[in-house]
């Protein structure tokens, strides 16, 4: 695995089956309330973890967060030999991790193409989303459309086909360019290799057709959960006309307008501070709800056996044997019960046995 982020714990990678079989490799890492990040249109949760482009990204949010994000089917570690990305089947994917994760509430973070999965989860899920946040992304991708973007699309899909596999990363520059133009030739190189690590042109090609159809704009209105919507004023990846139309759409929704022409916020450019302080002032309030005495209520009666017995001072070996459960069993059971209690880090153990001693 890459080496850690400075300033970030290491992450965990497990994998869940979606309900057509496919396997979704997710992340974990950070600590505090959980965080649900709706994956990129391209990401590689190992490539991810120390890059020039999205280390700053997961070094600070996971210090406000517990942090669960994903590689889409097709993508990254998830299973790669798929041809099906409708809307059912990312939507089913994003309930198979969050189910696999052992979230119970939980704030979620639509980004890129993550926008229509994520407003439809909100929607169908009532009382599983804490907050909503939708960063440069859309309702739906054909919204705001011209005859210019039909013509560029064909042209996209021509050099996809032409140059995605191949070594010279000419090709791939140009969707390079247009997500991150401000960006050093460092961080263009490492997103270029990006997306060949992330997919292949195969892959790109359907998967993007796929999910130009996805479309939740008729569900905005049935948003009921606490929304910032952030955007850049003038990226190029996605119209800002779709941040407008999400803040108009979804009741109290708030809208905030970053100065910059990156679909990818860079470290060192004015507009990532001032995403950072709304989204973690916004964020602030799940860790107020998180206290210790509701983070155990919402633990199963297994998760609650597993902490009482790791409270009597057994290792997970004795409370393997204690419950005949396999270790590998008790080690998720934990997992789970940290992500539940919003604490991680190599003290995790001790900061969920600590909250689970104080409520007597």
């Excluded at 086909?161 to 140009?174: H, I, L, M, N």
């Excluded at 263009?188 to 992330?198: G, N, S, T």
Aim: charged share 25%.
């Amino acid at each position: 695995m890459s080496a850690d982020p400075p300033g970030a714990a290491s992450q965990q990678v497990r994998f869940a089956r979606s309900a057509d079989g496919v396997t979704i490799a997710y992340a974990v890492h950070g600590s505090g309330p959980p965080l649900v990040l709706n994956s990129c249109w391209l990401s590689h949760l190992e490539f991810d973890w120390s890059s020039p482009v999205w280390r700053h990204y997961l070094v600070e949010l996971g210090r406000v967060a517990t942090v669960v994000r994903y590689d889409e089917r097709g993508h990254g570690l998830s299973d790669r030999e798929v041809t099906d990305f409708g809307f059912d089947r990312r939507l089913e994917d994003l309930e198979a991790v969050v189910e696999h994760a052992g979230l119970e509430r939980f704030a979620l973070m639509a980004m890129a193409q993550g926008g229509p999965v994520s407003i439809r989860y909100v929607v169908e899920h009532p009382g599983r989303v804490t907050r909503l946040v939708c960063a440069s992304t859309y309702s739906g991708a054909a919204q705001h459309v011209t005859e210019d973007d039909l013509l560029l699309e064909e042209a996209f899909q021509s050099m996809i086909r032409a140059g995605w596999d191949r070594r010279d990363p000419v090709f791939r520059r140009v969707f390079t360019q247009m997500m991150i133009p401000d960006a050093t030739e460092e961080q263009m190189v490492w997103m270029d290799d990006l997306h060949q690590r992330a997919a292949s042109a195969r892959t790109v090609q359907e998967s993007r057709r796929q999910r130009g159809q996805a479309d939740a704009s008729a569900l905005l209105p049935l948003v009921d959960v606490p929304t910032l919507v952030v955007h850049s004023r003038s990226e190029r990846m996605n119209d800002f006309a779709h941040g407008r139309q999400l803040a108009a759409g979804i009741p109290g929704a708030r809208l905030v307008a970053l100065e910059s022409r990156n679909h990818i916020l860079l470290e060192d450019e004015p507009a990532w501070p001032v995403f950072l302080r709304e989204v973690t002032a916004f964020l602030a309030q799940d860790r107020h709800e998180n206290s210790p005495v509701g983070g155990c209520d919402a633990l199963s009666a297994r998760e609650r056996e597993v902490l009482g017995l790791a409270a009597q001072g057994l290792d997970n070996q004795g409370i393997a044997g204690r419950l005949v459960l396999s270790v590998r069993t008790v080690e998720r059971h934990l997992q789970n019960v940290y992500l539940k209690l919003g604490v991680g880090g190599p003290n995790a153990r001790t900061a969920a046995v600590t909250r689970w001693l104080s409520r007597g």
